[in-house]
């Protein structure tokens, strides 16, 4: 139908806007995850204490929450200083997805970490390797293929709730959807098919390769 | 307190001047003429006339329009104290008609996208709703008078150097190379594609943001936008907040008069009896209010009045 | 066998002047819980502005959460028996569903339901507010019916987040179901116990500790997800509530800000006991009989 053709050049726009919102948060929460994993991990509970109540918060609250309070409320305080159009749909959104996922992806870390034997551990010890070394050539090497099943359903995850960020002025994929439904509400089952159908394009491919990935692991174990 | 506004869609052209209406409104009167003997036919306005008659309405005591209450402010919206009760500028002319009617009035509460249905439908006696004419809808509705003459009104920051020498915005060229924001699908979008479309280089053209849903002022109070593009009587209902349920917003101002303008009116079902006698006496109803300023104190109420404007369709 | 072995315990070095932070950590968590309390006290006249509001909203949240896991449950339920059934359309139409309704985003899904769905059978004349309304008569008691809209955008925000979660529920059913072992049911028949017996003392029992905590959790993400029913026209729940009355600050932002967190205390308040609650029945669940 001409309506789609038409709605094409956006809807795609609005797909490349996702899968870059996810390209950027996805790996600045796996970084902070694995900091936020490492201290909360940690002996000290000057590490611990704020490292797990960041996750006990994060995890309790809804992401549109503090999507807002990141967006509205943030903004609102950076507009007495002058500086809050560095707060915008972009930044606000890639800060939340990533904040909101690291909370996630930490705990992911720590199943991880903790999945692998502390024989390991002992034995790197005892053979004279520091704790460094033995976290970063014995430990993690080990727990990596246990977690990238768990990484990909939260990637996918992630680009579902990239939706959220249309909600304040984001020109993702569900913004474009909305515009084009303004113009069109005649079409307006046709439009929704097909933005369904482009997230699919997205998130399939990538949960049969979690899948795959899975099973081959769950062979080799 | 809701702040989402409205979800109307805007066509390109503007509708034809009154003569449809006129010429429907003069055949109404023909065919009753010549018809039956029991239709009294619609009154001539005489000086001085306080009555109208009220033959076609579908429930004899009750005039029935339609209209979405949900974001609608000014038009029709719920009063925050007392969210049973519906205020606006639209109930206020639809219960200025009724008592001229000697009716009461209620609005039914359709979806916006849906009022043309529902007066397909004759759920509704008729439409009042910001409602424009179009010529899609010139096919299936008739057009009552215009009873607003509406513009597209520039909201600036009032620190804003790059204004402080426009008085009144000529045309929507003032705001070139800028990012304006405004409703999805209002008619302000569909006038900034168009001016886009005459300019060829890239960095004049006006870098539209529209928002579904919420319209965040606060974004231009923020420095996020450089203006706003959208409807007066919104403009103003937000901005100097002039209604229950809006806090004026200080750091933005009103750039000079509307520009663009066109007419609100009300609309019913094309080849429905009860509306061919309904439309002259709607009409009837309006010349009344225009002439004795009921419909100028209602705009003056809501800081909608336009005196220049308003003249051209008759308000004194 | 467990070799006993008796082996010196191998601790990391130990730094310990770095244990100091711990003792200065207790006296800043004291210092931070007081700046808090001070925060909330500084704004109390917000506090006792807008908590009641809040949690009106609160109150319509959880109605909403718990009137949607048990549809979903419905829905989950149907599913699971779908895609476990003889017949190859009945499990092509539940993969179907399945595979799309998690593919895709809540919030599209809210829209279409809220918005398209409901615009489409408005026009054929489906308006569950007006049956709803006749049901009410009937028990003679319509005044607690609330404004059309409301009840109109509540409506189809619970089917929306049910049907959902109805097929997030499917897999874990699924799950459910098959892992309990066919042997089980033979070994239950064969000792004499009738169908609904094995079912009540031997299969349930056995599902039950594989289904509820994926189910406990759930409902947590749940609770969240129907804070995406703001987005929709009419749907006056906890997050609408704190938009609406932060959002006339824009002259105060520090109060708007305030605001903002204290309806993310509000749901931090809702949420974190039910997420404790959730860890608790895996533990006690984790244990086999």
């Not at chain 2, 936008?225 to 937000?238: G, R």
Request: aromatic share 12%; glycine share 8%.
């Amino acid at each position: 139908m001409d309506v789609l053709l038409q709605a094409t050049p956006t809807f795609l726009y609005g797909a490349l806007h996702t899968i870059i919102y996810c390209a950027v948060s996805f790996p600045l929460a796996l970084l902070l995850g694995l900091i936020l994993a490492l201290m909360s991990g940690s002996r000290f509970v000057w590490l611990k204490g704020p490292a797990r109540i960041f996750i006990e918060v994060i995890r309790s609250t809804p992401m549109i929450t503090q999507l807002f309070l990141i967006y509205y409320g943030l903004s609102a305080i950076l507009a007495t200083i002058n500086i809050a159009q560095l707060d915008n749909a972009w930044t606000a959104g890639i800060a939340t997805l990533a904040l909101n996922y690291c909370a996630y992806e930490a705990e992911v870390f720590r199943a991880g970490f903790l999945s692998v034997d502390h024989g390991q551990t002992e034995a790197a010890l005892s053979l004279g390797l520091t704790s460094q070394q033995n976290f970063f050539r014995i430990v993690l090497p080990q727990a990596v293929p246990l977690m990238i099943p768990p990484f990909v359903n939260d990637l996918i995850y992630m680009l579902k709730d990239s939706a959220i960020i249309s909600v304040i002025g984001g020109t993702e994929l569900t913004a474009a959807l909305e515009l084009a439904r303004e113009y069109n509400y005649t079409h307006t089952f046709a439009l929704f098919a097909y933005a369904m159908a482009l997230y699919l394009v997205m998130s399939l491919p990538t949960s049969y390769f979690a899948r795959w990935y899975e099973r081959r692991l769950r062979a080799a174990l | 307190m809701n702040l989402e506004l409205s979800r109307r869609t805007f066509i390109k052209r503007a509708g034809q001047a009154g003569g449809v209406v006129m010429a429907s409104g003069s055949l109404g009167s023909l065919i009753a003429a010549c018809g039956n003997t029991n239709v009294a036919g619609p009154r001539p306005v005489t000086p001085g006339a306080t009555t109208v008659a009220a033959q076609g309405l579908m429930n004899p005591a009750l005039l029935q329009w339609g209209a979405d209450y949900v974001s609608g402010a000014p038009y029709v919206f719920q009063d925050p104290s007392n969210p049973n009760h519906l205020i606006g500028f639209e109930v206020d002319i639809a219960n200025a008609i009724a008592n001229l009617m000697g009716v009461e009035q209620k609005m039914i509460e359709v979806c916006y996208a849906n009022l043309e249905q529902a007066l397909e439908a004759n759920q509704i006696d008729m439409i009042m709703n910001g409602w424009e004419k179009t010529p899609d809808r010139l096919k299936t509705e008739l057009f009552s008078e215009p009873y607003y003459r509406y513009g597209q009104q520039i909201i600036v920051r009032k620190d804003d150097t790059r204004f402080a020498s426009i008085t009144n915005p000529s045309s929507v060229a003032v705001l070139a190379g800028l990012s304006v924001g405004t409703g999805a699908g209002y008619k302000a979008q569909v006038i900034m594609e168009q001016y886009n479309s005459t300019v060829t280089s890239s960095s004049q053209k006006i870098n539209i943001v529209a928002y579904t849903g919420n319209i965040a002022f606060s974004d231009l109070v923020q420095h996020k936008l450089d203006a706003f593009f959208l409807d007066n009587p919104i403009a103003v209902y937000y901005v100097l907040g002039t209604g229950p349920g809006a806090t004026a917003i200080p750091q933005l101002k009103l750039l000079g008069n509307p520009i663009n303008y066109d007419n609100y009116y009300c609309a019913f079902k094309m080849g429905n009896p009860n509306a061919t006698l309904l439309l002259p006496e709607i009409n009837q109803a309006f010349d009344i209010l225009k002439k004795n300023g009921t419909l100028k104190k209602i705009y003056q109420h809501w800081q909608m009045w336009t005196p220049a404007a308003q003249a051209t369709i008759g308000i004194m | 066998m467990q070799q006993t072995l008796t082996v010196t315990e191998l601790k990391p070095k130990s730094r310990p002047w770095l244990v100091i932070f711990d003792i200065l950590f207790y006296v800043l968590l004291a210092a931070f819980l007081l700046a808090v309390i001070y925060y909330f006290y500084s704004y109390r006249g917000i506090v006792a502005l807008d908590v009641p509001v809040m949690l009106q909203g609160a109150a319509l949240t959880i109605f909403l959460s718990v009137t949607s896991m048990i549809l979903a449950a419905i829905f989950g339920f149907i599913g699971a028996l779908g895609r476990l059934s003889r017949f190859f359309l009945v499990r092509w139409i539940a993969l179907i569903y399945v595979e799309v309704v998690r593919g895709t985003p809540i919030l599209v899904q809210l829209f279409l339901w809220g918005y398209a769905i409901s615009g489409a059978l408005t026009q054929i004349g489906f308006n569950p507010y007006n049956i709803a309304y006749q049901f009410m008569t009937l028990l003679q008691n319509n005044s607690l019916m609330p404004d059309q809209v409301f009840f109109n955008a509540v409506f189809w925000g619970i089917i929306g987040l049910s049907f959902n979660y109805g097929a997030y529920l499917t897999e874990v059913f699924r799950t459910g179901i098959q892992t309990i072992d066919r042997g089980q049911t033979e070994a239950g028949l064969s000792l004499g116990l009738t169908s609904p017996q094995v079912m009540r003392h031997i299969v349930l029992p056995q599902a039950i500790r594989i289904t509820v905590p994926p189910f406990a959790n759930y409902f947590i993400t749940l609770v969240q997800d129907s804070a995406l029913l703001s987005t929709l026209g009419g749907v006056i729940e906890l997050q609408e509530t704190t938009t609406s009355l932060a959002s006339p600050l824009s002259s105060a932002p520090f109060t708007e800000l305030f605001v903002y967190i204290l309806g993310a205390v509000i749901f931090l308040a809702i949420c974190y006991p039910l997420a404790l609650l959730a860890r608790y029945l895996e533990g006690r669940f984790a244990v086999a009989y």
